[in-house]
């Protein structure tokens, strides 16, 4: 022990490394529009010091985190602040959410609900007396757009006509949709699915999914969220026996289930963590080995602005993306200024932070309108809904560009 | 806050440690017109260097029964009347494989003889109450040691006196002992903001100046054979142990680990320094060492914890009189009455034994004082509790509160009341580490005796945190002006704190604590151009 | 992966290569972890302020003559400063950063107390003074918002009082910025900023400063302005009917905080890859040649490129670490400039020379890391991880991140 005596300061999420610079202060999207939030630096490193001496530290205030980790990213010491901050939270907070934010986070329930009545759900969340109701009663703000559900899941396309023809493929990978593409837009599933064929692997559904949970951890349920978690990391680590890598279109999930889980759910990852990744690093890593080519069409053209979404820059993987999006002869990639859209996941459509939601937003929709782009790219649904909503601009994920632009028998002829 | 100065008193009370403080606190009960005098700040000597340890006494129990006795019974009375400065932490005697497991049978016996409760519980029972504990460890003695907080103790202490009547003048300093005929009748005073002199009469004057004390009967012609042992510690930057932990064997160097407020601290080292140099005690990489080699083995993750400072205090020991060497010095209370003494009256010298065993000194001092002066009051100072535990708690059980207002109440008791928090400004943080508010820099400026940032630092914790005073120095600066204060000698002041904080921080300058020291410096010397 | 060059930190002297190299049809890839140190910048940026005995330089050029042989400066040789610091304003103000100021003579710029510091180039709008016994003013009013605690009011008027300018104190606010002063931690420069991109959030301020200021030379304000444009400095102008000059605050600084977004999106637009939040963990070597490095985000990449360039700062940056045992470049393990005893690493007095501020990465003549003693042929050094300056002694941080980092890209670019 006392050979290496100081040679390491290391501290539970780096604590102990804050150099109260304050810098992550400057990035954080709350706390400039919300005044009664502390601050990420305040919030967590400063706080967690009174709280690891008396937990009556502990101050509510900062559950106004949105855990974007926009202050970790910022931060140069490699303090984990969000962490600090959500850890704090899981252990300390004794509050119960409200019914409104636990149907915001089980978004899956709340989406098998709203499938089987789409047509209904679509117009009365449209309605005025609805809207109101929900704003009223419900808490969730009236001038906020909900995604519009599909009248057909994306898992039952799958099985109708997709399921079959996955097994004639040579190569095989899992796929996660997630809430989003299974309930409110199942085309970035179809368009992977028909990247993925084009390629020559095969897609499949994973034995058993449920919500990564991002939405319970946020809005205070981490019980239901760890529940949920161990059933998809069980149905992960099954995939990885059959030597499916399990692939993802939406950054937040993937976040959750790699970066999350492990440390804020204690659901042990690590043997299946590298069995999850993004569906654009996958491709981009197969065509920098040779493994794969891709063909895009001659006449594509377009001209996108990416928006670097929170956790999509958390884990460092945006290049990835637009690397692959570059790839693309027609294409006209601009990089927007790194910054939150303000939605943060279920946050913008609770009506206490509507206000504050769009003020976050505002630089960057300003941005994008003054750029004028065909249509914003970004990897996270969220940010899809409050941009759309915001700027009227049509945002796509990277892979329905992709597919939008594939040659597709060109495709499958450079990888047979 | 001195307003109805007087030249005349009962008692002149030599030093603004926790024992002048307390002796201050105790004549005044008394009914004595008492004025205390201190050369700087309060708290500015040993009492402002230690641990900050409420001993259970266990430490000394097989060692030195008298003070284990002791300890205990301060112990019980210091939880009753200064609640608001004591964590009640409990304490850990842990034996680890190089210690001899059966001294802890002796331990126990001699804590029980003395009076402190020590329950043996197995080491997975003391992991399960401090997980920081060394895991290796073969058994453990719990015992009732607990924080306390030597600042806001003497900071109670001194408004309690001020309460009943004391004066009380920081930054005076004893120039000379004025005598007549055998007999002491007063002190000349230097006031070291301006360097004017005043005298000041009384019938008896105490010297409870701790190891300056030497210098102070050196005036009045008087011997006393004080040794100064040095002792150093280090603060780690957040709380790594929730319970005092201490090695279960023969007391010895950096084995207690303390947790203070948002911090713990490891030590001490102990070595005899000659004494000049008191006033500029340097610590040493071989301390620095000692202290963290020790300490990781209480608390491995200290190994791995940025430290943020180290410090070092002088223990004002005496040697008996009848041994000039030195050699058998006492560690317990030494009361010296000069007329029997040395056969000059009105002068009491008031030293030796602990930062918690302060009250005891000052009760042996007062019980002195009065017999001479010919008063019979018994004293108080036991039952009635310190500003800050008395009184009611202001705070509403269904009113939540802020991080600050709770933090300040940590620090000002009840006395939190007093605090202004009415309006955003006020509520506002100067310090963000230490949760400092605006509010509770006005009420120490305006109420503790704050002439100067170091002076805010030791009422409030301002700038004692994770950065040492990397943006809060200069915002505090800034209230210190906005209450009274003189630019100009704010802008010193700003300067003189930069460096105390960086005194501190270099003997661990390392990691993260010198990454902290540059950007203090960009900010300051760069962006702003101190000292430029 | 693979680049033409990569860059290892995102600060001033890393961008401002990545812009050159990125310009001159490189391909680039920056490599950032968090923040940098302009987050604590003046708003204006120094070439020499003073000469090796303190005394304050007037003229840069026949100072940095005499400066030692290890010193940066006197590395890039001192027929190359001039065309080198023209080179960098023409930069900054190609990203839209405007300034003052040229590298003939200094002027001095107003610090945060008050006092003054000789600088090069300043940031449009801030207050500049041609020396101590010429003011430009008489008469001032030293504006302040309410309950803005990084602006110390009391000492910059006593210091301006001291040079024989009469100053007054005023403050004031609006019902936004009373808003923000709820958070009692989170009213800083930045933060401030943020509120007052808002257009009437601004003209409130600016009504609220005409009705309360009289008729001094000049009103001074905090640079709490323009978080990522200078668009509200101009419009405060236009509606404030007195000349306003602006006075740095305390960190984080506004100024700074622009000067990083402007740069990085120049970056963005010259075509280059910023990855942010991320740090290089090690390199790969071949001999004396650096093959390729991999990072904390993507350990399963290595990216590649023909030439690196390690600009990752001094200690608080952590470009350079230190523990109980010694000093180290933590990426690499280079070379590094450093006594070897830590209890020469400083001295007692905080106020005299550190000898740390000097240590930093060994490079030879032409700015090549040195490893085990052997040159490294495409990886250079550059800015504040260089050794051999101490940016407080001598103010001249600024000046070498920008001029050691196009003396450099030159080099590449085999321009130099």
């Known amino acids: 022990m006392a050979e290496g005596i100081q040679l390491k300061n290391i501290s539970g999420n780096n604590l102990e490394q804050c150099l109260k610079c304050s810098i992550c202060t400057a990035y954080c999207p709350v706390s400039a529009v919300e005044p009664k939030y502390p601050g990420p630096k305040h919030s967590g490193p400063d706080q967690e010091r009174y709280r690891l001496k008396d937990s009556k530290f502990f101050d509510e205030a900062l559950k106004m985190c949105l855990n974007c980790k926009r202050c970790e990213v910022a931060c140069p010491s490699g303090v984990r602040i969000a962490d600090i901050i959500q850890a704090s939270r899981i252990t300390y907070s004794t509050h119960r959410p409200i019914p409104r934010d636990i149907m915001l986070a089980n978004t899956d329930f709340v989406g098998t609900m709203a499938n089987m009545v789409a047509p209904i759900v679509n117009a009365t969340l449209g309605l005025k007396p609805v809207k109101a109701v929900l704003h009223g009663v419900m808490g969730i703000d009236k001038h906020r757009t909900f995604p519009a559900y599909s009248s057909q899941k994306f898992e039952t396309w799958y099985k109708r006509m997709a399921a079959k023809k996955q097994d004639s493929y040579s190569k095989h990978v899992s796929y996660f949709h997630g809430c989003y593409v299974n309930y409110n837009f199942p085309q970035l599933g179809k368009d992977l699915v028909k990247i993925m064929n084009a390629v020559g692997y095969g897609v499949h559904l994973l034995e058993k999914e449920k919500c990564c949970g991002v939405a319970l951890i946020a809005n205070g349920l981490s019980g239901q969220a760890r529940r949920q978690g161990k059933v998809n990391i069980r149905s992960i680590r099954k995939a990885a026996e059959q030597n499916r890598i399990v692939l993802t279109t939406s950054s937040t999930c993937t976040f959750t289930m790699r970066d999350e889980y492990e440390h804020l759910l204690d659901i042990k990852t690590d043997d299946v963590r590298e069995n999850i990744t993004l569906a654009t690093r996958f491709l981009y890593r197969l065509i920098e080995k040779g493994d794969i080519k891709l063909a895009f069409r001659k006449d594509f053209k377009m001209r996108t602005a990416y928006h670097s979404a929170c956790h999509m820059e958390k884990m460092g993987w945006i290049i990835y993306s637009t690397e692959l999006l570059k790839m693309i002869p027609g294409l006209e990639l601009i990089m927007l200024d790194s910054q939150c859209c303000g939605i943060a996941g279920t946050y913008g459509f609770k009506k206490e932070n509507y206000q504050r939601s769009q003020e976050i937003g505002s630089r960057l929709f300003k941005q994008i309108k003054e750029l004028n782009p065909d249509c914003v790219s970004t990897d996270c649904e969220t940010c899809k809904w409050q941009i759309e909503m915001s700027t009227g601009y049509e945002v796509k994920n990277p892979i329905s560009i992709l597919a939008d632009a594939l040659d597709v028998e060109e495709t499958i002829k450079l990888n047979q | ?532 | 992966m693979r680049y033409d060059t990569i860059i290892i930190g995102g600060g001033l002297s890393g961008l401002t290569a990545g812009i050159t190299l990125a310009k001159a049809g490189q391909k680039v890839c920056i490599v950032s972890a968090g923040q940098s140190s302009l987050h604590f910048h003046s708003g204006s940026f120094d070439l020499l302020g003073y000469d090796a005995d303190g005394e304050v330089v007037t003229h840069p050029l026949q100072a940095i003559a005499d400066l030692k042989a290890e010193h940066p400066y006197s590395k890039i040789g001192i027929s190359n400063i001039e065309h080198l610091a023209s080179q960098a304003k023409t930069l900054l103000s190609e990203a839209g950063i405007s300034v003052m100021g040229n590298y003939e003579q200094n002027h001095y710029r107003v610090t945060p107390l008050g006092t003054l510091k000789p600088a090069w180039l300043t940031t449009e709008g801030y207050a500049m003074i041609d020396g101590p016994e010429r003011l430009p003013w008489k008469k001032v009013e030293l504006l302040n918002i309410q309950g803005f605690m990084d602006f110390p009011t009391q000492f910059i008027a006593e210091n301006l009082r001291m040079m024989g300018v009469e100053c007054q104190i005023k403050t004031f606010t609006t019902d936004k910025l009373s808003t923000a002063r709820q958070s009692p931690t989170e009213m800083r420069a930045t933060n401030i900023a943020k509120v007052l991109a808002n257009k009437d959030a601004l003209s409130k301020v600016s009504e609220r400063i005409n009705a309360i200021s009289g008729d001094p030379d000049a009103l001074l304000l905090p640079a709490v302005l323009g978080f990522s444009n200078a668009e509200s400095l101009d419009e405060m102008k236009q509606w404030i009917k007195k000349p306003v000059q602006y006075i740095a605050t305390l960190p984080p600084s506004v100024s700074g905080v622009r000067t990083t977004i402007l740069l990085k999106r120049l970056f963005a637009q010259a075509g280059g890859t910023l990855l942010v939040g991320d740090s290089a963990t090690t390199g790969q070597f071949s001999g004396n040649h650096l093959v390729s490095i991999t990072t904390d985000h993507l350990p399963d990449e290595k990216l590649y490129a023909d030439h690196f360039i390690l600009a990752s700062g001094s200690f608080m940056s952590h470009g350079i670490r230190s523990n109980y045992a010694g000093v180290y470049e933590p990426v690499f393990k280079l070379d590094v400039d450093a006594a070897k005893k830590r209890d020469d690493w400083s001295v007692t007095n905080a106020f005299e020379t550190q000898p740390y501020m000097e240590f930093g990465v060994h490079t030879d003549k032409d700015f090549h890391a040195t490893k085990d003693g052997k040159n490294i042929e495409n990886l250079y050094a550059i800015g504040s991880v260089l050794s051999g300056h101490n940016s407080i002694k001598h103010a001249d941080g600024t000046g070498v991140s920008l001029l050691t980092a196009l003396y450099v890209a030159k080099k590449i670019t085999g321009k130099g």
């Open chain 2, 1 to 532: 806050m001195n307003s109805k100065q007087n030249d005349n008193y009962d008692v002149i009370i030599i030093g603004g440690g926790i024992t002048g403080a307390g002796t201050a606190r105790d004549c005044a009960l008394r009914g004595l017109k008492v004025l205390l005098v201190e050369k700087f700040d309060f708290t500015n000597g040993a009492t402002g260097r230690n641990h900050g340890l409420l001993h259970s006494g266990a430490r000394y129990a097989v060692t030195d029964p008298e003070s284990a006795t002791e300890c205990i019974k301060e112990n019980m009375v210091l939880r009753r009347i200064a609640k608001h400065c004591i964590e009640e932490t409990d304490g850990l005697f842990i034996t680890l494989p190089e210690d001899d497991i059966n001294y802890q049978k002796t331990f126990v016996e001699a804590c029980t003889r003395a009076g402190i409760s020590a329950n043996i519980i197995s080491p997975e029972e003391a992991l399960r109450l401090d997980p920081s504990v060394n895991p290796n460890l073969l058994g453990a003695v719990r015992v009732p040691d607990a924080s306390i907080d030597p600042f806001h103790l003497t900071t109670a202490n001194v408004l309690d006196a001020r309460q009943h009547g004391a004066d009380v003048l920081t930054y005076h300093e004893v120039v000379a002992i004025l005598t007549s005929n055998g007999r002491v009748e007063g002190v000349r005073l230097r006031n070291n903001h301006t360097g004017e002199e005043i005298e000041k009469h009384a019938a008896l004057v105490i010297n409870a100046a701790g190891i300056w004390g030497h210098d102070i009967a050196k005036m009045a012609d008087i011997k006393i054979n004080m040794f100064p042992a040095k002792g150093t510690l280090l603060v780690f930057g957040h709380r790594v142990n929730k319970m005092v932990i201490n090695r279960c064997r023969k007391p010895a160097n950096a084995d207690i680990l303390v947790p203070d407020d948002a911090v713990c601290v490891i030590g001490t080292t102990s070595d005899r320094v000659s004494y000049d140099t008191v006033d500029n005690l340097k610590i040493t990489s071989e301390e620095v060492d000692t202290l963290i080699r020790e300490g990781e083995k209480l608390a491995p993750s200290l190994a791995t914890t940025r430290i943020l400072r180290a410090y070092a205090g002088v223990r004002p020991l005496v040697a008996a009189d009848n041994d000039p060497t030195g050699r058998s010095i006492s560690r317990g209370i030494v009361c010296l009455d000069h007329e029997k003494r040395d056969g000059l009256a009105g002068m009491i010298t008031i030293t030796g034994g602990k930062m918690m065993t302060y009250r005891l000194m000052a009760e042996q001092a007062t019980d002195l004082a009065c017999k001479k002066l010919g008063i019979d009051k018994a004293c108080e100072t036991a039952t009635t509790p310190l500003p800050g535990t008395a009184g009611k708690d202001p705070d509403n059980p269904h009113h939540t509160y802020s991080t600050a207002h709770k933090a300040a109440k940590g620090r000002q008791g009840n006395r939190v009341k007093e605090i202004d928090e009415r309006t955003e400004d006020d509520r506002a943080l100067i310090c963000e580490c230490e949760e400092v508010s605006v509010g509770e820099a006005k009420y120490a400026i305006e109420e503790l005796h704050v002439h100067d940032l170091l002076n805010l630092r030791r009422r409030t914790r301002v700038g004692m945190g994770t950065c040492q005073g990397e943006l809060c120095a200069c915002r505090a600066a800034g209230v210190m002006c906005e209450n009274g204060v003189k630019v100009d000698k704010a802008m010193t002041d700003l300067t003189k704190f930069i460096n105390e904080r960086w005194k501190g921080m270099r003997p661990v300058a390392w990691g993260s604590t010198l990454d902290e020291a540059q950007l203090t410096t960009i900010i300051y010397q760069g962006l702003c151009g101190l000292g430029i």
